[in-house]
C-alpha cells in the first residue's frame, strides 16, 4: 500500500467520536474484522463513517436482485483494474445466483461503451436480456459517463424484467459508489493486489465449493 494502514483501534488519546467511527465501521464488519480499505479510509474518520454510511446502505439496505448489483460491481472492477474489488465481489455474484458462464462474460467481454446499440458479442454471450441491459449501463457510466438514451431505457424494458424507479437509483448509486471504491483501491494499491491478476471464474467456483 502506498501509504501505512491506520491502527485497527482508535488510537490512544482519540476523541470519542473517532472511537464512535471506529465502533460503526466494526459493527458492518462484524464478524470479519476491519478489512484494508476501512484502514486506508480510517486516516481521515469523518470520510470513513462517511463512505461505511453509503456503501453499507448499498450494500444491506437496497431492494433490487444482489446477483445484479454483484454483476454491476464485477463489471466495474474489470473496466477499472480493481483486483480487490473482484476477487472481493466475483464471490458474492455467484452467491446471489450469477452463473459462472455469466460472471464469465463480465470479465470478458470488451467495453459496449461505445456502441449505439447492444453489440454482437454481448447479444451472444450467456448473459440473459436483464444482465446484459445492466452491463451496458455499468459499461456507460463508467467509461462514457453520459448514458444514451436507449441505454437508459433498455433497463426499464419488460421484456428484459424492466427495474423500477427504486431499483434503478439502487443500481446507478452502486454503479458510482464502486467506481469510487475502485478508484480509492487502485490508486492507493490497498491489500497490494494491483500487481496481480485477478482470480479466474474457475478458482472463484471451486472456492465456493470448500
Not at 473496466?79 to 464469465?104: F, M
Not at 461505445?114 to 453489440?119: C, G, K, M, T
Not at 455499468?138 to 444514451?148: W, Y
Amino acid at each position: 500500500m502506498r501509504l501505512p494502514y491506520a491502527p485497527s483501534t482508535p488510537p490512544a488519546g482519540s476523541p470519542t467520536k473517532v472511537g464512535e467511527i471506529y465502533a460503526r465501521i466494526a459493527a458492518r464488519r462484524s464478524p470479519r474484522p476491519l478489512i484494508p480499505l476501512d484502514l486506508s479510509l480510517l486516516h481521515s474518520p469523518p470520510v470513513a463513517d462517511g463512505w461505511n454510511s453509503f456503501l453499507g446502505a448499498i450494500r444491506t439496505e437496497t431492494v433490487i436482485d444482489q446477483g445484479l448489483l454483484e454483476l454491476a460491481v464485477c463489471r466495474v472492477a474489470v473496466l477499472t483494474g480493481a483486483v480487490y474489488e473482484w476477487n472481493a465481489h466475483a464471490p458474492l455474484a455467484l452467491k446471489g445466483g450469477v452463473q459462472a458462464a455469466e460472471l464469465q462474460a463480465v470479465r470478458e467481454l470488451a467495453s459496449t461503451a461505445e456502441e449505439d446499440s447492444p453489440p454482437e458479442a454481448l447479444r451472444g454471450s450467456a448473459l440473459s436480456g436483464r444482465q446484459q441491459a445492466v452491463l451496458k449501463y455499468a459499461d456507460e457510466m463508467t467509461l462514457r459517463v453520459s448514458v444514451r438514451e436507449g441505454t437508459f431505457a433498455a433497463l426499464r424494458a419488460e421484456g428484459a424484467g424492466g427495474l423500477s424507479d427504486r431499483e434503478v437509483v439502487e443500481l446507478t448509486t452502486g454503479v458510482a459508489g464502486y467506481n469510487c471504491v475502485s478508484r480509492v483501491l487502485v490508486a492507493l494499491d490497498v491489500g497490494e493486489n494491483n500487481g496481480r491478476e485477478m482470480k479466474s471464474v474457475e478458482e472463484l467456483v471451486e472456492g465456493l465449493k470448500n
